[in-house]
C-alpha cells in the first residue's frame, strides 16, 4: 500500500471509468437496460428467423431499403420457431422490443391479444399509401383479428401440387400449352390422374412425407378437409366446432390414396418423399412452395434435368379449391418508450421491405404486396406466377393460442393425421382423436382471450 | 437485573455474555446482509411469487394476474401426461448420469491422490470442464456428434463400427447428453473427493502399510469407509442437480427427437414462456419443487438416523 494508489482506489477509479464510458451514449444497451428504455444502437432494430435462402434474400431486401432510406438498420436472426417467439414475445412484455419484426400470421392471433403489438392504424403507414386493397385479401384478413389489423403481410406461402413435366405429359395430364395441367379437379378425377400418373412412372401417383413430418401432414390434410368445412375450432380456439361427417370424409379420401389404391406410399419419411420425387419414381409432389430452390436444377437418374412445375392443389372433395397457407408478415411491437421519430422509421422499414419483396419470391413465397405480385417482373416468374390464386383460396390454422407454425397443435394434429395416412388408425378414430386432442386444447385455460 | 442481590455476578456475566451475542449476531447479521437481500430477491421472492400466481389464470406476458382458479392449474398439471413424460426424462437423465457422476470421480480422486509428482496438473484437467458454460459445452459437441462429419461418427465410422444417430434418434440423444454430462460436470465431484481425500491422516495409511496391507486393502478398509460420508453427499448433491438439468438437452436437442427427451424444466418453460401459461406454469413448478424438497427430506432423515446409529 506504497504511495497514493491503492488498489481499492484503483479498481473504483476503473470501475467508474467503464461505468461512465457505458453509460455516456444513453441509447446503449447496458443503459437502457438499467433505465428501462428501448436499446438505440440503430435506427432500426429489426428480428426476423429466416437462415439459409431466405435469409440471403431477406439480406439483401434491408440493404436496398437501407440505400433508400438512409437508415441505419440492425437486423438479428434468432433460431426459428418457438425460440424466436418466446424470445420476441419476453422482449416486447418487458418494454424492449425490436422496432421491427417478422411473424408467421398464424402465430399472430396470441401476439396481438396479448397487447404486444401496434395496431396498423396507429402505424402511421396507412399514411405513406401502405393500405388494405394493396394485399392479398385472405392474407389481410388474416391479419386481422376482430377488426384490428396487426400486421402486414409480406408473403403467402401455399401448400401446393409439384408435377413432374414428364411424367404428366406420359400420363396425358399436360395442357395444350404444356405449361399447366389440364382440369383434374373432383375427387373422382383426380384419383383417375393419380392412376395413369402411377402406370407412366412406374412408382407412385403422387408423394409427399406421411411419417415423421407432423406438419406437413397437416397442411394436405387440412387442404382437404377444409375443401368441406370450416375451421375446426372457433372463438380464439375455445370451441371445437369439427364437422364430423367432412372429417370423416376426408379422412377416407386420404387414406384410399394411400392404402387402399397405393396411389402414394404409405409410410415415407421426408427424405424418402423427396428421392421418390427427385428421381421422377412419383408423379406428383404435395409440399410447400418454400421448397422450390430444393428441386431447382435437379437431374434425374438418366442424366437429363427434373423439369417440374407448381401450381394449385384442385378442389378434392368440395367445389371450390382451397390451398392451406401461412404468411410471413411484419409487425410493429409495442413499445411505450418508442419515440415519433422512431416510429416513423419503422414505418417506412416495413414500406421498403414490401416494395422490395420481388426479391423474397425467390424462397418460392408469393408476394402479398399486389403492387410487386401484379408488376411485369414478378408476371414473368415461373413457375412462382403459376400458383398465385393459392394465395387467393389460402385457409390458415384456426385462430387460437395453442396454433400456427411449429406449434404442439401441429403436432399433435399430425401424430393423427399421419397413422390414418399408414392406415393403423381408420377414418371415424382419427376423426374422434382429433375431436379429443381439440377438447383438450380448448378446455385448457386460455392464457389471452 | 438488579432485583438479584444474592449473585450479581452471576447476572453481570449473563448481561455481558448476551451483550457480545448481540454485538456477534449483528455483525454476523451484516455480514450476510449481501447474501440474505439476493436470496431473498432471487430465491424466496420468486418462489412466493410463483406460489401466489399457481392459483390464477396468469399470462406470463401480462402485467396482470388474470382470474382466481384456485387449484384448477394444479388438477390440470397433475392429469397432464406431457407434465409426466417430462418427469420421467428428468428422472431418466437422472438414472443414466448418477452412477457414473458417483463413481467415476472417485476413481479419478483416488487415482490423482496418488500422483507424486505435478498432480496439480491432474486436478485441474480433470476440474477444468467444469467451468466451461453450458452453451459452449452444447455447441462443441454439437460438432462432435454431428452425423458424416463430426468427430464420433469419423472415428466409429473408420474403425467399422456403427454410429448411433446421436441426435436423431431417442436412444442416441440421451447417449449424447449423458456423455457431455459426464465429462461436463465430473469436475465438480471431483473437487469434492479430493478435498476429503486429504482430509484422511496420512498414518492410518502407514499404519495399515506397517501391518501389511496391501494398496486394494488399504482402499477398501480406509479411503471407502472414511469416504463414506463425502459418497453420501455426492450422491445427494448429484441427484438433485440431475433432476435439475436443462441447459444441455435444451440447446443441443431442444428436448427433441419429437419431445421424447425434454425434462420437466423445459416443460415448464415451454408452458410458461411459450404459450405464456404463466399460472399453469406456476404450478408445475410448485409440484416438482414439493418432489424435490421430498427429495431431499428423505435424504436428511436418512442421514440423521444414520448419524444416530453411530
Known sequence: MRGSYTRRNFLAMGGGLSLAGLLS????????????????????IFWHLFG?????????????????????????????G?????????????????????????RLPILAQAGLLTPYRETGLEQLGVTQDKFTPAAWEKATIDGETWALPLDTHPFVLYYNEAAAEKAGLLNPAGDNLIDISGADTFVEALTELKKATGGFGATMPTITDPSTVWRWFYTVYSGL???????????VSVDDAAMDEAFAF???????????????????????????????LFDGVWNLPLYAGLKLPDGSELKYNMVPIPALLGEEPVAYADSHALIIPAAGGRSAERAQYAAQFVQGLLDNSTIWTGGGHVPAWLPVQESAEFQELSPQKNYVDAAFNAVYDPNGWYTGAGSDFQNQMGGV????????????????????????????NAPVS | MTTTTTAPAVAQVRTTSAETTGRDNKAGWLFSTPFLVLYGLFLVGPVLVGLVISFFNTATV???????????????????????????????????????????????????????RNRWFFRIAFFAPFVVPSASVALIFAFLYAPEIGLFAKVLGGIGLPVPDFLGSTNGAWLAVTILTVWWTFGFNFVLYTAALQDIPEDTYEAAAIDGASAWQQMR????????????????????????????????????????????????????????RGGYAAAATMVYFLILVAISAVWMIATRRRGADA
Open chain 1, 25 to 44: 451514449a444513453c441509447g446503449s444497451p447496458v443503459a437502457t437496460s438499467l433505465t428501462g428504455g428501448q436499446p438505440a444502437t440503430a435506427d432500426v
Open chain 1, 52 to 80: 439459409g435462402g431466405d435469409g440471403e434474400n431477406l439480406g439483401t431486401m434491408v440493404e436496398q431499403v437501407q440505400k433508400t432510406t438512409g437508415h441505419s438498420v440492425e437486423s438479428t436472426l434468432l433460431s426459428w
Open chain 1, 82 to 106: 418457438n425460440p424466436y417467439y418466446t424470445k420476441l414475445s419476453l422482449a416486447a412484455s418487458s418494454q424492449r422490443p425490436p422496432d421491427v419484426a417478422v411473424t408467421h400470421l398464424s
Open chain 1, 229 to 239: 368445412a370450416g375451421p375446426i375450432v372457433e372463438d380464439s380456439g375455445t370451441r
Open chain 1, 254 to 284: 386420404i387414406q384410399k390414396l394411400t392404402t387402399e389404391l397405393q396411389l402414394m406410399p404409405a409410410s415415407a419419411t421426408p427424405a424418402l418423399a423427396n428421392a421418390q420425387f427427385s428421381n421422377g419414381e412419383a408423379g406428383f
Open chain 1, 417 to 444: 393425421v399421419s397413422t390414418v395416412l399408414t392406415g393403423a388408425t381408420k377414418p371415424a378414430a382419427g376423426t374422434s382423436q382429433i375431436k379429443s386432442a381439440l377438447k383438450k386444447l380448448a378446455d385448457t
Open chain 2, 62 to 116: 401480462k402485467n396482470e394476474l388474470g382470474a382466481f382458479v384456485a387449484f384448477e392449474n394444479y388438477t390440470a398439471v397433475l392429469g397432464n401426461l406431457d407434465f409426466w413424460k417430462s418427469m420421467w426424462h428428468s428422472t431418466l437423465f437422472t438414472l443414466l448420469t448418477v452412477p457414473f457422476l458417483v463413481v467415476l470421480p472417485l476413481v479419478a480422486a483416488i487415482l490423482a491422490s496418488r500422483i507424486v
Open chain 2, 221 to 276: 478398509s480406509i479411503t471407502v469407509p472414511l469416504l463414506r460420508p463425502t459418497i453420501g453427499l455426492v450422491l445427494m448433491l448429484q441427484i438433485l442437480a440431475s433432476l435439475k438439468v436443462f441447459d444441455q438437452i435444451f440447446i443441443l436437442l431442444a428436448g427433441g427427437p419429437n419431445l421424447t427427451t425434454r425434462p420437466v424444466i423445459q416443460y415448464i418453460y415451454d408452458t410458461g414462456f411459450t404459450t405464456y
